[in-house]
């Protein structure tokens, strides 16, 4: 009871405080004060200490019953029992709400080829334990409820059964045979593409840093040139080496616009630390990883502007998420995807500026060309910074 005294003194006081406080900035909200730490900590020992008390009232009931030589008080086989079924009702119950209200709440439609297989492996996968949870829930709490001791059974001693064994080994070894094969059958098709000379995807390269993505795009030679991470430098942020050929048409965009129904090839590295690539409606997740380059290949199926239809949302967009906590921003690393036509893409694409600038023709020795014809499109703030260095550069000459 003391005990009790003294957590209802703490608990009042808290909530009191904390009423205070919350009255200092704006008029009190309830709603805050039950989300301080502390009122669930009191919370949870009050139930405790509600426990405690119901336990020590029944044991009391129980050793008066005794004592005063009458049968026991109550049946505890019969109550456990009874909490079994009710469980197992209620839990299996909340099964079929967890599926039937939250089950919408998974990934989106399924918009490239390839995310198609692996939603069908998810639901085979989804299906088949499902099976077995109810198969075997339904077992382990009816079982507790039937053949709970009524006094008048004995246990019956049922050490081993060659037949059962089999049974509930080989099953289950089938069953994830067919899954593991069809994951890894999987697997190839998506990682291990052969190429059709005829319909080559198009290479786009990301490049991810704390805490933005960086796009580019091959230009009319179709390849990505390389880069160098010891030519980064104020004006060249992702290091790019314009002695490569193939740098020179390279191109910088701000979003990532896909044809659609065309296979694509991205080329994933990082500037820093681990990040993640993570495009959820394509079925993609692929790590970048500082120092190398990792591939993935897909093929989108649906546009934007049909998603739009199908979703019933006129501001549908395609996102590109990083999913790996890379730092402080981590949530702000999302760049908008658009799928389009072939004819958008093309027209699209012809727009995007080059990366290679009059500064960086200089750095590299390339021809200057007199009059830029278009500013370049530069991408995030990096792009931003670069400029303002190069201003400052110029001002200080
Ligand atoms: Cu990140």
């Known amino acids: ?4 005294a003294v957590i209802f003194t703490a608990f009042a006081s808290t909530s009191a405080f904390a009423q205070a406080a919350a009255a200092v900035e704006k008029p009190v909200d309830m709603g805050e004060v039950h989300k301080s730490f502390l009122f669930y900590v009191l919370l949870f020992l009050l139930v405790c ?11 009391v009931y129980e050793l008066t019953r005794e004592s005063e030589g009458k049968s026991e ?24 709400w967890e599926y039937t209200v939250h089950g919408n709440m998974l990934l989106p439609e399924a918009a490239s080829e390839h995310g198609k297989k692996i939603d069908e492996m998810f639901n085979l996968t989804l299906i088949l334990t499902t099976v077995v949870f109810i198969i075997t829930h339904i077992a382990l709490f009816a079982f507790a409820y039937i053949y709970k001791s009524n006094g008048k059974r004995k246990a019956y001693f049922y050490p081993h059964n060659n037949a059962l064994e089999r049974l509930w080994t080989i099953i289950p070894a089938l069953a994830l045979t067919v899954l593991v094969l069809m994951g ?12 059709d000379p005829k319909n080559l995807p198009l290479i786009i390269e990301v490049t991810s840093s704390q805490f ?33 050929k193939n740098n020179l048409d390279d191109q910088f965009a701000d979003e990532i616009v896909l044809p ?27 790590n970048t990883v500082p120092g190398m380059t990792s591939y993935f290949e897909f093929t989108p199926t649906i546009t934007t502007e049909e998603m739009k239809v199908k979703t019933n949302d006129p501001k549908f967009n395609y996102i590109l998420l990083c999913a790996k906590i890379c730092g402080a921003n981590h949530f702000n690393m999302q760049k908008n995807v658009r799928v389009v036509s072939e004819q958008e893409y093309k027209e699209w694409v012809i727009k995007q500026g080059t990366y290679l600038t009059n500064d960086l023709r200089k750095v590299f020795k390339l021809p200057v060309i007199a009059e830029p014809a278009a500013q370049p499109v530069k991408a995030d703030t990096a792009a931003k910074d670069t400029t303002a260095k190069t201003n400052q550069l110029a001002l200080k000459k």
């Open 73 to 96: 008080g109550i049946n505890w086989n019969m109550v456990n029992g009874v909490l079994f079924a009710v469980f197992l009702v209620v839990g299996l119950y909340g099964v079929y």
């Open 212 to 244: 933005q993505w960086d796009v580019r795009y091959p230009g009319a030679d179709g390849i990505v040139g390389k880069k160098n991470y010891k030519l980064i430098t104020g004006i060249n942020a992702l290091g790019i080496d314009f002695n490569d």
């Open 184 to 195: 890894f059958l999987t697997w190839r098709s998506i990682f291990n593409k052969i190429e």
């Open 1 to 4: 009871m003391a005990a009790l």
């Open 49 to 59: 200490l509600f426990i405690a008390i119901v336990g020590k009232a029944i044991r």
């Open 260 to 286: 659609v129904n065309k296979p694509v090839r991205f080329a994933l590295t990082s500037k820093d630390v681990l990040h993640s690539f993570y495009m959820p409606h394509f079925r993609v997740q692929l």
